[in-house]
C-alpha cells in the first residue's frame, strides 16, 4: 500500500552534514508517524529519530540528539533528516519508516524504504 524511497545519502568527511530524503507514495497519506532507523552489518536495526504527522511530537536516540533534526512536509509527503557534525560511527545504511500507530516503536513500522548509504571518514 505505501513505497518510501529515500536519497541524499553519500560519503563524507567527519565534521561534515547530508540530508536524507524520505518520499510515500500510495493511496493513503495516514496520519501516522515516521521515523529513521540505522544498520551496520551483522548488527540490528536500531532507532534514529521519529516525528509524528503533525510535527508536534519528535524523538531522537542518545547517540545523535542536538546533531541530528527530523522534519516532515506533508504537502510533500516527504521526511526529512539533517545530519550534522557526522562522526565515524554514524556510518550505516539509513532506512525511513511508516509506522502503523501512534507509537515509535520498531515493532509497529509498517513499512521500509530501500535504504540509503552514509559513510563518514576521519
Known amino acids: 500500500q505505501v513505497l518510501l524511497v529515500e536519497s541524499g545519502g553519500g560519503l563524507v568527511h567527519a565534521g561534515g552534514s547530508l540530508r536524507l530524503s524520505c518520499t510515500a507514495s500510495?493511496?493513503?497519506?495516514?496520519?501516522?508517524?515516521m521515523g529513521w532507523f540505522r544498520q551496520v552489518p551483522g548488527k540490528e536495526r536500531t532507532f534514529v529519530a521519529a516525528i509524528t504527522w503533525n510535527g508536534s511530537i519528535t524523538s531522537y536516540s542518545d547517540s545523535v540528539r542536538g546533531r541530528f533534526t527530523i522534519s516532515r512536509d506533508n504537502a510533500k509527503s516527504t521526511v526529512y533528516l539533517q545530519m550534522n557534525i557526522l562522526k565515524p560511527e554514524d556510518t550505516a545504511v539509513y532506512y525511513c519508516a511508516g509506522y502503523t500507530a501512534h507509537n515509535f516503536d520498531i515493532r509497529w513500522v509498517g513499512y521500509w524504504g530501500q535504504g540509503t548509504q552514509v559513510t563518514v571518514s576521519s
Open positions: 500510495g493511496r493513503a497519506d495516514s496520519r501516522y508517524p
